[in-house]
Nanobody, 127 residues
């Protein structure tokens, strides 16, 4: 069993930065990676970024590449999403998730590939 809890969301202005955090806990260690998704009102849940369990490889959606950075600190059991140069289009609920696929390093990430989810944290960006 894995539990995920996001924090760090809030209201920011366009162009500012925000760091989301995801605290994870588990009963059995595995070599599965982590991901961030987001869901805006009336839209489907969208992949944002993913990272391997050891933090050595990461993937990003085109819409956030070069603005967002995902990282993991296993000593603290934390996954982070650094968000820079945010825009109103980044407004959404952001979810942390654990991949169900062991040692996955490909480019295919969808909600169906995730096994565990947090409750989400709201990010609102004003113009």
């Amino acid at each position: 069993q894995v539990k995920l809890e996001e924090s760090g969301g809030g209201l920011v202005q366009a162009g500012e930065s925000l760091r989301l955090m995801c605290a994870y806990s588990y009963s059995t260690w595995t070599n599965r990676g982590w991901a961030w998704f987001r869901q805006a009102p009336g839209k489907e849940r969208q992949f944002i970024a993913a990272i391997t369990w050891n933090g050595q490889q990461s993937r990003y959606a085109a819409s956030v590449k070069d603005r967002f950075i995902i990282s993991v600190d296993n000593s603290k059991q934390m996954v982070y999403l650094q968000m820079d140069s945010v825009s109103p289009e980044d407004t959404a609920i952001y979810y942390c998730a654990r991949d169900r696929r062991p040692i996955y390093t490909g480019n295919l990430y969808s909600p169906d590939n995730m096994e565990y989810w947090g409750e989400g944290t709201l990010v609102a960006v004003s113009p």
